[in-house]
């Protein structure tokens, strides 16, 4: 009985267990970039792309809602508040302009949608007062004239930590409404990091080690 318990145990430790990898983008320093030159990030072997538009996001008003993006491509400027759109006077999301993040890359080295992540946490600073932001995602991939088909996620006002669903999404979308500005310090993904997949032998040997387990059990308290 103690062998089956140990060939039980060790099947059972090979099998792949889910975790997950925090992958921090972090905004607070960078060179500025050109007029509709897009800034390629890349953190721990994941890579992002992000332009700067200048123009506006059609506000739905609701959660849900959809939306479209229209406007110019822009530069993108960097101070130690996060990341902004240059030549927009204070070179921040203002409403009129705003940033998308590609997180679909699929060349090399990749992006995290390729590895299957699943949400965000976006944290933005130097929100002016009563700002009010709003995050969008999309799966049309933006152009000169910007991003279509977009669905609003979430709003707030003020500095914020927000975590966001983006399973269903390869593009995020940041504005903030009229009167008001705000900064990207960072964006945090969880990489799922368990890329194998058990033979379907395993998991029958592993059950059957577990009810041999199980009957030498039994026949032991009937003892």
């Known amino acids: 009985m103690k062998r ?35 800034e390629n990030v890349t953190v721990g072997g994941y890579e992002i792309t992000i332009w700067g538009y200048d123009g506006s996001v059609t506000n ?7 939306a479209t993006g229209t406007g110019s491509q822009s530069g993108l400027s960097y101070d130690s508040n996060g990341l902004g759109v240059a030549n927009t006077g204070p070179d921040e999301i203002t409403n009129n302009s705003f940033v998308v993040v590609d997180f679909s890359d699929s060349g090399s080295p990749g992006g995290p949608k390729a590895a299957g992540y699943t949400a965000a946490t ?20 933006p152009v000169a004239g910007g991003i279509s088909s977009l669905t609003e996620l979430a709003f707030g006002t003020g ?27 960072s964006i945090t993904l969880n990489i799922p990091t368990n890329t194998t997949t058990p033979e379907p032998g395993t998991f029958v040997m ?14 032991t308290r009937k003892r």
């Open 4 to 38: 089956v318990f140990i060939i039980a145990a060790g099947l059972i430790a090979a099998l792949p267990m889910a975790h997950a990898t925090s992958i921090v983008y972090l905004f607070t320093s960078g060179t500025v970039t050109a007029y509709g030159t897009p």
């Open 60 to 66: 739905p008003g609701v959660v849900g809602g959809a």
């Open 122 to 141: 976006i944290v933005l600073d130097n929100v002016s007062p009563q700002t009010e932001w709003i995050f969008y995602g999309g799966n049309a991939a």
């Open 159 to 185: 500095n914020v930590n927000e975590a966001i669903s983006l399973a269903s999404y390869s593009y995020l979308v940041i504005a903030a409404t009229a009167d008001c500005y705000e900064n990207v310090k």
């Open 206 to 219: 592993a059950g059957m080690a577990l009810m041999g387990l199980g009957m030498g059990l039994r026949k």
